[in-house]
């Protein structure tokens, strides 16, 4: 059995083989929502997981600090019915993105030697969308923006190892059938993330009876800035509700 990297002196409290699917829902264009549970007992961990495949992504800036963060997302938000928002990338104490930035075919921000910032979120003209490592080339990128580390690095190995403190987290993730995951969850290590992800690609992104593997996964910036909406039957959904500040976002919609 494995459990959770704690700090010293603490006992692990989240059983990371005991993954639950509490709810399967599916959406337009052949979207799913899973809720899953993982842990029992003590205090499990909640993740709720969005497979998408052919959705039209766009990055957000969102400049203003001042504007509560859950009002900016939603307002932001787009109309379309199974469209939703998450956060997107690091920012400084100046409140500008943390590496790479490019919007609008614009680079505002230059790409970050940091080790953390090992990965880049590519978006294309037509709205496609890729997780590509730090050295690929994208100079004909429409829009990109930097993040990391790769929990899953391309190619399906484990990418993090190093314990660190639990905190909420948003992935974007890959699996071996092309589906884009964009996944929130409650408290966790990035070193126990990695291991679920590695572990549990059937619960997360399978399909009837179909095995499925994550391919490569990219931690955004999590803690108090994790927030992730969708709109589903004409309402907004707050599946995680940010309780801190947003600097970028990115929005996928439905083709």
């Not at 880049?120 to 580390?149: E, F, K, S, Y």
Request: one cysteine or more; aromatic letters at 2%; charged letters at 25%.
């Amino acid at each position: 059995m494995l459990t959770a990297v704690v700090g010293a002196g603490e006992a692990p409290t989240v059983d990371l083989d005991a993954i639950n699917v509490e709810e399967d829902r599916p959406l337009p264009a052949g979207a799913r929502l899973r809720r899953l549970r993982l842990g029992e007992g003590g205090r499990p961990v909640i993740i709720h997981c969005l497979r998408l495949t052919g959705h039209r992504a766009a990055l957000i800036d969102q400049p203003e600090r001042t504007r509560p963060a859950a009002a900016a997302l939603r307002a932001a938000l787009p109309v379309d019915e199974g469209a939703l928002i998450v956060n997107g990338g690091y920012f400084d104490g100046a409140f500008q993105p943390d590496g790479l930035w490019r919007i609008d075919g614009q680079e505002r921000v230059a790409l970050s030697p940091k080790p953390a910032l090992s990965g880049i979120v590519v978006i294309d003209g037509a709205g496609a969308l890729r997780l590509v490592p730090r050295a690929t080339d994208i100079a004909a990128a429409a829009q990109a923006m930097q993040a990391g580390p790769f929990l899953i690095d391309p190619g399906g190995a484990v990418g993090v190892r190093r314990a660190d403190a639990p905190a909420r987290r948003t992935v974007l993730a890959r699996d071996d059938a092309d589906g884009l995951l964009v996944i929130v969850t409650g408290a966790l290590a990035l070193a126990d993330l990695a291991v679920v992800l590695h572990r549990h690609g059937d619960a997360l992104a399978g399909d009837a009876g179909v095995p499925r593997r994550i391919e490569r996964a990219l931690n955004l910036d999590g803690g108090p800035s994790t927030a992730l909406y969708l709109r589903r039957a004409g309402e907004v959904v707050a599946l995680c509700e940010p309780i801190g500040a947003v600097r970028t976002a990115l929005t996928l919609v439905p083709r």
